[in-house]
């Protein structure tokens, strides 16, 4: 009897421990993180707090693109008749294309080299009910988990189409002579 006691004894210590699964404790990046859930108060005042940066005056920075970049050209120029080769800094091998007389052409050749550096900063703005419009509707295209909606209505379409038109119109940074 005393054996049949320990015995259950023993299988109800044993029982009762749980055992480690073998994914627990694993690293964080994975656990689940709580999600986010914004009211439309929440979104608007988020609205409000990026127009107060973005917002000078009647206009609103909406999209913009920065750059810079520097760097040497250089060209050769061989050829009969006269050196039309005016860009940059000129150093002639041949005649000198400012002495030739157009009644006589010869050859000449030379090397063109141009440094360029540029800096830019192209933003477009608009008004503050377009900000405030594009803005709420791009909060709206995210589930309160923080995921992308997998479907857009026909508006959020137009919204996003709206969006990338004004990407679109941000100039490229292009190099200028210095």
């Known amino acids: 009897m005393k054996l049949k006691a320990l015995s259950a ?8 421990h749980a055992y480690a699964d073998e994914f627990d404790g694993g690293s964080p990046e994975y656990d689940p993180r ?3 859930h914004y009211s ?3 979104v608007q005042k988020k609205i409000e707090n ?6 000078k005056g ?5 999209v ?7 760097g040497w050209t250089v060209s050769f120029n061989v050829g009969y008749g006269n050196n039309n080769n005016s860009n940059g800094n000129n150093f002639y091998i041949g005649t000198d294309g400012n002495n030739q007389n157009n009644n006589d052409p ?9 440094y360029k550096n540029y800096t830019c900063n192209s933003t477009l703005r608009v008004t503050p009910a377009v900000y405030r419009f594009v803005q709420t509707y791009m ?23 709206f969006y990338t038109t004004m990407l679109n119109k941000v100039d490229n940074c292009k190099a200028i002579n210095n």
Do not use: W
Not at 9 to 16: E, G, K, N, Q
Not at 58 to 62: D, G, K, P, Q, V
Not at 106 to 114: E, K, L, M, P, S
């Open 58 to 62: 009647n206009l609103c920075s909406i």
């Open 34 to 36: 709580p999600a986010p």
């Open 50 to 55: 990026e127009m107060a940066m973005a917002c």
């Open 9 to 16: 004894a023993i299988a109800l210590v044993l029982s009762s």
């Open 40 to 42: 439309e108060a929440d």
């Open 106 to 114: 010869q050859y000449n050749a030379g090397i063109t080299v141009t």
């Open 139 to 161: 909060y709206h295209m995210v589930n309160g988990d923080g995921s992308t909606k997998r479907n857009f209505s026909p508006a959020d379409q137009t919204v996003i189409l």
């Open 64 to 70: 913009g693109t920065d750059g810079a970049g520097q």
